[in-house]
């Protein structure tokens, strides 16, 4: 109800209105002291020297009416769209998919991650997303019923998501998911910034399998609600020397070196949930030790 | 080579050696005892779609057509016939 309410409210205003908000020190005491707490931990974590109270209220703008935002981006004209998204590395998407037509793009839990699949399809790409939960059933967006998605976990066999995900990317769709999520076999470890955590491999075991590209996306927010949305470079996938297991890890590597560098530069962007389970990793030990 | 003997020479050489026992039979329950992780199964069905040119659907994805060699040889030859 209150999402069918707000989504009249176009992205701009509703943005001005948001920023004012989170700014607002009374709203931050009031409603966000916990959050306040794991953020200031997590800016000493990563030795970031970012305005501890503009990353607070930032840390808002990334985890809050997210549904609202994802709703009024999509209804936004042609104008709108190109002021509050900006897209960077896009022929990175543009080359690798012409060359093969076969694509992976992985997100982070950061910013507005919920949008690349929406602005990829925006963009004609043909996605097939792979969702956790039910996040976009109530939201009406066009975008979205054009991208097919896999449901995790909704097949009670693994293999299953596995194989509707390989014959997605052989089929030509640009195949979308997470790939630091801390749901289900975490399984290879790697240091996280200075902390020690498992990542999944399927991306890149299924990048060996069909012969596609994985490129990582970064999407940040700033406290305006400009959306900035970074598409990297393919992954180095090694050669065909290398054994498999060294070429997946050499992905995975490249990948949690990407999102260490992307937690030092826009440490406000990362997820509550993330930081909080980042926060209670493990240190990892430093080479030599 | 027969069916079922390429089919165990083929699980062998996708990396299972650790997780199969040597000489392992052909009831060997390869998805209960958890032999076949999903980059070694995603290798098998991607075997069995170029070498037999048969083309699977989501449906053929179950535990149960890939519960040991002897059913996996018995699925494909049903597939051949």
């Known amino acids: 109800m209150l999402l069918r ?4 409210i176009p992205y701009g205003p509703g943005s001005s209105l948001l920023s004012f908000l989170f700014r607002s020190k009374v709203f931050r005491k009031l409603f966000c002291r916990p959050r306040a707490e794991w953020v200031r931990g997590f800016l000493d974590a990563v030795e970031s020297k970012v305005d501890t109270e503009a990353a607070i209220s930032q840390s808002l703008v990334s985890c809050k009416a997210v549904a609202w935002r994802l709703t009024a981006i999509s209804r936004a004209d042609d104008e709108s769209k190109k002021k509050w998204v900006h897209v960077d590395g896009s022929q990175h998407l543009e080359n690798a998919y012409r060359e093969k037509k076969r694509l992976i793009v992985i997100g982070s839990h950061q910013g ?3 949008f690349v699949p929406q602005l990829m399809s925006h963009m004609g790409y043909p996605i097939h997303a792979l969702a ?18 896999l449901q995790l976990g909704e097949s009670s066999f693994f293999a299953k998501d596995v194989f509707v995900a ?9 195949f979308h998911m997470m790939a630091d ?7 290879l470890e790697f240091p996280l910034v200075d902390r020690r955590r498992g990542f999944t491999k399927s991306y890149a075991e299924l990048a060996l399998l069909s012969g596609a590209e994985v490129i990582p996306v970064f999407t940040r927010i700033e406290l305006s609600g400009l959306i900035k949305v970074i598409f990297c470079q393919p992954l180095d996938n090694g050669t065909e020397e290398m054994t498999t297991e060294d070429r997946v890890s050499l992905m995975v590597r490249q990948y949690v ?7 030092r530069q826009d440490p406000a962007s990362v997820h509550l949930s993330h930081i909080r389970k980042f926060l209670n990793y493990p240190r990892a030990e430093k080479d030599g030790d | 080579m027969s069916l079922k003997n390429e089919l165990r020479e083929y699980i062998i050489n996708i990396g299972l050696k650790k997780r199969v026992p040597d000489g392992f039979s052909d009831d060997y329950k390869l998805i209960e005892e958890e032999a076949l992780d999903s980059m070694a199964f995603l290798s098998l069905i991607t075997h069995l779609e170029e070498n037999y040119q048969i083309e699977l659907g989501e449906e053929d994805i179950t535990p149960e057509n890939f519960a040991s060699i ?7 030859e049903s597939r051949l016939a």
């Open chain 1, 5 to 8: 309410l707000s989504s009249v």
């Open chain 1, 112 to 114: 507005m991650a919920r």
């Open chain 1, 132 to 149: 956790v939960g039910n996040f976009y059933n109530g939201l009406d967006l066009p975008e979205w019923k054009r991208i097919s998605i």
């Open chain 1, 166 to 174: 390989l014959k997605a990317i052989k089929s030509g769709k640009v």
């Open chain 1, 181 to 187: 999520g801390v749901q289900g076999k975490a399984a």
């Open chain 1, 257 to 263: 070196s990407l999102l260490s560098d992307e937690y």
């Open chain 2, 70 to 76: 002897n059913v996996l040889a018995k699925f494909v």
